[in-house]
């Protein structure tokens, strides 16, 4: 089992990848809590060059109280991360977290469930780009 659920777009920037998922994941729920710039972050702390790489913490409140409710634990999982990144000009790819694989671990039916549901929303949104 993948991971991850991703889609890769052409011909469109990376400032443009950001915000078609960025509104799309709006349409599931979904609203961004955090934004890592790795690429900005990497030239500051090591001073090396990187690719066009952001991590998205992407946040539906319904489904995150759900989960705390469920499972106190849980906030060590959340938000759900996607990431943006631009490895060839032009070529963004677009992956989420996908949260069947990360709730492995966690040995609770309701949390399983609740995952379901929000691997659904996320692919969803995978696929509206």
């Known amino acids: ?3 991850y659920i991703n889609k890769t777009l ?5 400032e443009e990848g950001i915000e078609r998922i960025t509104e799309t994941l709006k349409t599931e729920g979904f609203g961004i809590l955090t934004v890592i710039d790795l690429k900005e972050t990497l030239k500051k702390k090591l001073d090396v060059d990187f690719y066009n790489y952001k991590i998205l913490g992407a ?3 319904q489904f995150a109280y759900k989960a705390l409710q469920a499972e ?4 060590t999982m959340l938000p759900c ?7 060839i000009k032009g070529e963004i790819e677009i992956s989420a977290v996908d949260p ?9 039916q309701n949390l399983g469930d609740l995952a379901t549901e929000v691997r659904m929303k996320l692919e969803n949104c995978i696929n509206k780009l």
């Open 100 to 108: 069947m694989a990360s709730m492995q671990a966690v040995e609770n």
């Open 81 to 87: 991360n996607v990431i943006v990144q631009e490895k």
């Open 10 to 14: 052409k011909n469109i920037s990376f």
């Open 72 to 75: 106190d634990k849980i906030g």
């Open 59 to 61: 946040c539906n409140p």
């Open 1 to 3: 089992m993948n991971y």
